[in-house]
């Protein structure tokens, strides 16, 4: 069975950096597309980065420019750079395959990014 465990997270002021890390534990992930998503209190959960199989990028317009997202199918694991932070970066941020491509396999903890002064 597919599980995810989230990490990295924490409280930082704007214009800082986070680095955020999913580990994959199951089989075959080099074969998933992959996405980091995140859920603000209140709001709906909504995709921000992905990243296919072949390692190319996309990002929602929110967070072009600011966050990076990158794989190592040898870890088995998904990584988010995320710079110049702002405060409505706050939310809860959750790894998973990228629902555009397949469905999702069941949600991890996700980690928390607290974006205060």
């Known amino acids: 069975q597919v599980q995810f465990v989230e990490s990295g997270g924490g409280l930082v002021q704007p214009g800082g950096s986070l680095a955020l890390s999913c580990k994959f534990s199951?089989?075959?992930?080099?074969?998933?597309?992959m996405a980091w998503y995140r859920q603000a209190p209140g709001k709906q959960r909504e995709l921000v980065a992905s990243?296919?199989?072949?390692?190319?990028?996309d990002y929602a317009d929110a967070v072009k420019g600011r966050l990076t997202i990158s794989r190592s199918n040898a870890a088995k694991t998904l990584f988010l750079q995320m710079n110049s932070l702002k405060f409505e970066d706050t939310a809860v941020y959750y790894c998973?395959?990228?629902?555009?491509?397949?469905?999702?396999?069941?949600w991890g903890q996700g980690t928390q990014v607290t974006v205060s002064s």
């Open positions: 998973n395959r990228n629902s555009a491509t397949g469905p999702l396999f069941l």
């Open positions: 199951g089989n075959f992930f080099s074969i998933y597309n």
């Open positions: 990243i296919d199989i072949n390692g190319g990028t």
